[in-house]
């Protein structure tokens, strides 16, 4: 371990110590095996919705491809936090290497920046299919998916790369305990000696500027297809409508729910325990991971239809 010394440097040090709830070291005890279910839970669902979209024919479209999207962000997401997260868990490994810590902070700010425009591209593909239906067909094709998915992955990229690399240039002073499960920017910024107002600036202009004008654009999609559905006077019209964009509108609620509630604890962390929103922030990579390939599963009939011909096929082949 290295001792404080205010003239070591980042380069100097070699890992970081991951100290999960500092005040209710219990909680690791309860909290190890439901996330160990949710986390088994949120990679078999995700990867079955993956089989099933890419076996079954019928759902070779742009819908089911963001679908597919989302479920690799999932994943991706998972992979990223929750074994490590687990191991601390489990096995008390606390230690994380400097820069697998500046990795993990990267593809968790990047996934997130693009689940985010992942749902706002879904907002839009739901608007076109109610609000101009006999234009969806050439609006929302193959093209227009791989479009996105490179906006996507191109806007999000870019603009969270900076994070870590702010962090990472920081001087540590030989601090390398971070109060926290995973390897949050905050939470390791805060450990430098030096200014970290520049750290601090650039993440909330880059949430605000991401995710703020995503939410801004899922609003306004769903104002002008509630404004649609309302209009229409064909029975059962309306109630088809809104169904083919409830399961989407769902989803939304579990990540802002979720996001907004993790924002709202650190703005009052002076009424509240410190640990609260490290829990929160560690189920916001789990839960919605586990409940978004349900929600489509349970939801919508193409995809049950699907995961069912697949069973059946399998079932066939064992007899």
């Known amino acids: 371990m290295l001792p404080y ?23 690791q005890h309860w909290l190890s095996l439901p996330l160990s279910l949710l986390f088994f839970l949120a990679m078999g669902a995700n990867a079955t919705l993956l089989i099933t979209v890419w076996l079954e024919a019928s759902l070779h479209e742009p819908m089911y491809y963001l679908l597919s999207l989302l479920s690799l962000l999932d994943i991706a997401l998972c992979l990223t936090v929750i074994p490590k997260v687990l191991a601390i868990f489990w096995f008390d490994l606390k230690s994380i290497s400097f820069y697998a810590c500046f990795l993990q902070m990267y593809i968790m700010n990047c996934c997130l920046g693009m689940e985010s425009c992942t749902f706002m591209v879904m907002a839009y593909d739901r ?8 234009r969806y067909p050439s609006i929302i094709t193959d093209q227009f998916v791989a ?36 390897c949050a920017n905050l939470s390791v910024s805060k450990l430098s000696c030096d200014n970290v107002v520049l750290n601090k600036m650039y993440q909330l202009i ?6 703020g004008s995503d939410l801004i654009l899922i609003f306004l999609s769903y104002t002008f297809i509630l404004r649609a559905v309302l209009r229409l006077k064909a029975k059962g019209a309306a109630a088809k409508a809104l169904s083919t964009c409830g399961s989407h509108f769902i989803l939304i609620l579990f990540f802002s729910t979720i996001l907004l509630v993790f ?35 349970v939801r919508t009939q193409e995809i049950k239809e699907g995961i069912g011909k697949i069973l059946r096929r399998v079932g066939k082949s064992s007899n």
């Open 5 to 27: 010394n205010s003239s070591y440097l980042s380069a100097e040090l070699s890992d970081f110590i991951l100290n999960c709830f500092v005040r209710s070291p219990s909680w």
């Open 127 to 134: 608007y076109v299919a109610i609000c101009h239906p006999l």
């Open 147 to 182: 479009k996105a998915a490179i906006f996507i992955l191109a806007r999000n990229a870019f603009l969270t790369m900076f994070i870590p690399i702010l962090s990472a240039r920081l001087h540590y002073c030989g601090k390398h305990i971070i109060e926290n499960c995973i």
């Open 206 to 211: 880059v949430a605000w500027t991401l995710l």
């Open 263 to 297: 924002v709202f604890t650190h703005i009052a962390k002076k009424k509240i325990s410190p640990d609260i929103p490290i829990l929160l922030n560690v189920l916001h990579h789990v839960i919605p991971a586990a409940l978004n390939p349900i929600v489509y599963g």
